[in-house]
């Protein structure tokens, strides 16, 4: 099942269009036919099993992986152009006895001043403003490694968000956070993307926060299987074949 790419709904709205994307490593074909069609202030839900080419579809958007097809953004009035995209990878480890900082970690990414300087007071007040965007400003003197789950979690996104993007893509931000942090984690990608209007794209395997925030679920094995609304994807066939569960839950 695909997406209707050429609706009439994007004429007055900013998109990101995926056009017949297919994906090939030597000879084995790891996408094909993909079609997806996200707007500005959407969030979206990228499902499927393990193998079912998640991963491989977001290094195609970010340019990490060749592709046919199409991957074009769009504003009104615009002709397409190449968007600025926020990445936050899957959790990455950090070593709890490393003395990195929050702050440093900001000033590698941010700044040519060696980190092992110090931040001067203007990159400081530069990174309290950036961690502010997702309510973070007490973390920025913790020590990364020591950081939980959540708390990774906003700060890879406060850096994701500097500059702010067009369009923001999560690989598996729920794993790793527990259920509180998850519901927290939710809510600011729903406030983020209402602040700034811009399109969200995850992948997850935890699929009960998908009925209260995402506008779009779809469901990929090699290619888009289904995509809709949340209740109508975890209830379909094409997800209870997929993961041998209905509705979401075992």
Same mark, same amino acid.
């Given at each position: 099942?695909?997406? @209707?790419?050429?609706? =009439?709904?994007? *004429? ?15 000879a084995?074909p790891?996408?094909?036919? +993909?079609?997806?069609? +996200?707007h ?7 499902i =499927? #099993?393990? *193998?079912?080419?998640?991963s ?7 340019g &990490?992986?060749?592709?046919e =097809?199409v991957?074009a953004?769009?504003? #009104?009035g &615009?002709?397409s ?5 926020g ?20 000033a590698?990414?941010?700044?040519k001043?060696?980190a ?7 990159m400081? &007040?530069?990174v309290l ?6 309510? =973070?400003?007490?973390?920025? @003197?913790?020590r990364?490694?020591t950081?939980?789950?959540g708390? !990774?979690?906003r +700060?890879?996104l ?8 067009n369009i923001?893509?999560?690989?598996e ?7 509180? *942090?998850?519901e927290?984690?939710? @809510?600011?990608? /729903?406030e983020?993307r ?6 969200? !794209?995850?992948?997850?395997? @935890?699929?009960s926060?998908?009925?209260r925030?995402? /506008? ?11 995509? *809709?609304k949340p209740?109508?994807?975890?209830n379909?066939?094409?997800f209870?074949?997929?993961f ?7």
């Amino acid at each position: 099942m695909k997406l @209707d790419i050429h609706g =009439g709904s994007c *004429g007055h709205s900013c998109c990101l269009r995926v056009e017949n994307l297919s994906v090939r490593i030597g000879a084995d074909p790891i996408l094909r036919d +993909v079609n997806l069609h +996200v707007h500005c202030g959407e969030l979206v839900a990228l499902i =499927g #099993p393990n *193998g079912a080419g998640k991963s491989t579809f977001l290094k195609a958007v970010l340019g &990490q992986r060749e592709y046919e =097809g199409v991957i074009a953004f769009s504003e #009104p009035g &615009q002709r397409s152009k190449k968007p600025r995209i926020g990445y936050v990878p899957q959790s990455p480890a950090f070593d709890p006895s490393d003395p990195v900082s929050v702050a440093d970690l900001f000033a590698c990414c941010m700044s040519k001043r060696p980190a092992f300087l110090g931040l001067g007071k203007a990159m400081r &007040q530069k990174v309290l403003e950036c961690l502010e965007r997702v309510h =973070g400003e007490d973390l920025i @003197d913790k020590r990364v490694g020591t950081l939980s789950g959540g708390e !990774l979690q906003r +700060v890879l996104l406060a850096l994701a968000l500097e500059p702010m993007p067009n369009i923001l893509i999560l690989d598996e931000p729920l794993s790793g956070v527990d259920v509180e *942090g998850m519901e927290t984690l939710m @809510d600011m990608l /729903d406030e983020i993307r209402k602040t700034y209007d811009l399109s969200i !794209l995850m992948t997850t395997h @935890d699929f009960s926060m998908l009925p209260r925030y995402a /506008d779009q679920v779809v469901l990929i094995d090699r290619t888009v299987l289904i995509q *809709g609304k949340p209740e109508a994807v975890l209830n379909s066939a094409e997800f209870s074949r997929a993961f041998h569960m209905k509705g979401g839950s075992l």
